[in-house]
């Protein structure tokens, strides 16, 4: 246990179909992250959020929207999606400027 | 551009014996550097961390890793594995305000 909660643990979703990732840490910190964690691949850094304020954007689709309401929760917006986009998806959390990140379990996602 | 390379994508190992997971960065300034590990079907749990002073770190379950600038590598060593270490392992540097991670490097114990 990590203190970054991740749900849903694992996700099938259709390419025409629209679902959410949620990201829940309750650790105090106030910078979030998306990873996409593919086969074979290094993991990719998506998005990057600090007081929830979206600071970085690395040249991600549209098909993939986040949200930041809060320090403490953070979604990933998913819709028509593609096959390739199957990967595990994880959230982090920091304090903002610190670089040790804390890492939820990941949602397995598969599009078919 | 900080980067980091993992030479070795796989290492088995047999059970009890020495390993060495290897590590290279490029970097022209000071570096910040980690070692993750992921468990099967688990997230990325924090290993052990160089941010200054000795060039040894010692982190959880045994494992140490050594900071050596002139060689630019952070090679991470546990000297008696266990079947409870197969796990995929990611060195990362800090550029920036980001983390970059490599590529992984997956430890197979053997029986």
């Known amino acids: 246990e990590t203190g970054v909660t991740q749900t849903p643990r694992h996700l099938v979703m259709g390419m025409t179909n629209k679902k959410s990732l949620k990201c829940e840490q309750h650790?105090?910190?106030?910078?979030m992250y998306w990873y996409k964690q593919s086969a074979k691949k290094p993991l990719e850094l998506m998005f990057v959020?600090?007081?929830?304020?979206?600071?970085e954007n690395n040249s991600v689709p549209s098909r993939f929207s986040p949200e930041c309401p809060n320090s403490s929760h953070l979604f990933l917006h998913l819709h028509t999606l593609q096959p390739e986009d199957s990967a595990l998806y994880l959230c982090?959390?920091?304090?903002?400027?610190?670089?040790?990140?804390?890492f939820g379990q990941g949602t397995r996602l598969t599009v078919v | 551009a900080q980067s980091v390379t993992q030479l070795d994508s796989q290492v088995p190992v047999f059970e009890e014996a020495p390993v060495e997971l290897r590590c290279n960065y490029s970097?022209?300034?000071?570096?910040?550097l980690f070692w993750y590990v992921q468990y099967p079907n688990q997230g990325l749990q924090l290993l052990l961390k160089?941010?200054?002073?000795?060039?040894l770190v010692k982190g959880i379950n045994g494992f140490e890793a050594e900071f050596n600038k002139s060689q630019t590598s952070f090679h991470l060593r546990k000297p008696s594995v266990h079947i409870s270490d197969t796990a995929e392992y990611f060195c990362?540097?800090?550029?920036?305000?980001?983390?970059?991670f490599g590529k992984g490097t997956r430890l197979h114990i053997l029986p």
């Open positions: 959020y600090n007081f929830k304020e979206q600071t």
């Open positions: 982090a959390s920091s304090l903002a400027g610190g670089f040790i990140a804390f």
């Open positions: 990362a540097v800090v550029r920036g305000d980001k983390i970059i």
């Open positions: 970097s022209s300034v000071s570096v910040y």
């Open positions: 160089y941010l200054s002073g000795s060039t």
């Open positions: 650790l105090g910190h106030n910078a």
